[in-house]
């Protein structure tokens, strides 16, 4: 089992940057894929970005590239979502994940935390 606490969820202004950050408990060692999503419409989840646990590589989705990027400090068993250029768009319930495979599928989901971008 992985434990995961997100952490960073505030009310910011467009166009500010805020850094949401994700630690992780438990069999970390099984992890081989991080990532952020958020919610969507209907209780879907929206996938922002994911990185793989040791080689580090990335995948964004389209409407965050140039502006999120997530990153992890395998010695502190955290993920990092730096968001910039923040929008109204943006605004959602963000969830840290982790899943056992390369896909972003995860396995392991923390409880989100919110993040709201007034105009």
């Given at each position: 089992?992985?434990?995961?606490?997100?952490s960073?969820?505030?009310?910011?202004?467009a166009?500010?940057?805020l850094r949401?950050?994700c630690?992780?408990?438990?069999?970390?060692?099984?992890?081989?894929?991080?990532?952020?999503f958020r919610?969507g419409?209907?209780?879907?989840r929206?996938?922002?970005?994911?990185?793989?646990?040791l080689?580090?590589?990335?995948?964004y989705?389209?409407?965050v590239?140039?502006?999120?990027?997530?990153?992890?400090?395998?010695a502190?068993n955290?993920?990092?979502l730096q968001?910039?250029?923040?929008?109204p768009?943006?605004?959602?319930?963000?969830?840290?994940a982790?899943?056992?495979?390369?896909?972003?599928?995860?396995?392991?989901?923390?409880?989100?935390?919110?993040?709201?971008?007034?105009?």
């Amino acid at each position: 089992q992985v434990q995961l606490v997100e952490s960073g969820g505030a009310l910011v202004q467009a166009g500010r940057s805020l850094r949401l950050s994700c630690i992780a408990s438990g069999s970390i060692s099984n992890i081989r894929t991080w990532g952020w999503f958020r919610q969507g419409p209907e209780d879907s989840r929206e996938m922002v970005a994911t990185i793989t646990r040791l080689g580090g590589a990335t995948n964004y989705i389209d409407s965050v590239k140039g502006r999120f990027s997530i990153s992890r400090d395998n010695a502190k068993n955290t993920v990092y979502l730096q968001m910039n250029s923040l929008t109204p768009e943006d605004t959602s319930v963000y969830y840290c994940a982790a899943g056992r495979d390369l896909t972003a599928a995860m396995d392991y989901w923390g409880k989100g935390t919110l993040v709201t971008v007034s105009s």
